[in-house]
T-cell receptor, first 113, second 115 residues
């Protein structure tokens, strides 16, 4: 049973437009959420995170929104750039870290110039 | 900082052979995680260590898999005997837990192909 779900395997967006990647979770004990970006032949790299006490966290072009009641989070990238083309993984953990991350299966984002 | 180092980057072996994957975590980190990525199952946790002690190995698929962390700067994941279904990318990650949240940093992965 998948506790973290990314229902869109892929997404294509025009350069300069907004990319919205979605993630749903089922475990109400999750209190820390992260997004990782992965390029081919590389390991996932940390992008942005959010604690369950917040509903929004922003870092430059990247913003993560958390809706606890819906058990849903999303990553917004604006404006999207060709270099953003990668696989994006949503991850969650319990007890705010020091426990394993549970990952979604990823969404492949393609930003078209 | 060097980041998490994994070796080898690629491994091709024949069914039945022993495979050893190696990981050097980021200096000063106190948690280490082994993950496996496959098309079918995505990224799944195999085992993790806190302060060199194995905490949860429930993700290890079967007894053919074993992991050790003899010191804070080195860990191994061993598969013996290997099978074709073990073919995957294996990632090591490390973190420093200082509370309340910490981030895991991943190595580049080892791509394993068992023929």
């Amino acid at each position: 049973d998948q506790q973290v779900k990314q229902n869109s395997p892929s997404l294509s967006v025009q350069e300069g437009r907004i990319s919205i990647l979605n993630c749903d979770y089922t475990n109400s004990m999750f209190d820390y959420f992260l997004w990782y970006k992965k390029y081919p032949a590389e390991g996932p790299t940390f992008l942005i995170s959010i604690s369950s006490i917040k509903d929004k966290n922003e870092d430059g072009r990247f913003t993560v929104f958390l809706n606890k009641s819906a058990k849903h989070l999303s990553l917004h990238i604006v404006p999207s750039q060709p270099g953003d083309s990668a696989v994006y993984f949503c991850a969650a953990s319990v007890n705010s870290g020091n426990t394993p991350l549970v990952f979604g299966k990823g969404t492949r984002l393609s930003v078209i110039a | 900082d060097a980041g998490v180092i994994q070796s080898p980057r690629h491994e091709v072996t024949e069914m039945g052979q022993e495979v050893t994957l190696r990981c050097k975590p980021i200096s000063g980190h106190n948690s280490l995680f082994w993950y496996r990525q496959t098309m079918m199952r995505g990224l799944e946790l195999l085992i993790y260590f806190n302060n060199n002690v194995p905490i949860d190995d429930s993700g290890m698929p079967e007894d053919r898999f074993s992991a050790k962390m003899p010191n804070a700067s080195f860990s191994t994941l061993k598969i013996q005997p290997s099978e074709p279904r073990d073919s995957a990318v294996y990632f090591c990650a490390s973190s420093l837990f200082t509370g309340p949240q910490e981030t895991q940093y991943f190595g580049p992965g080892t791509r394993l192909l068992v023929l």
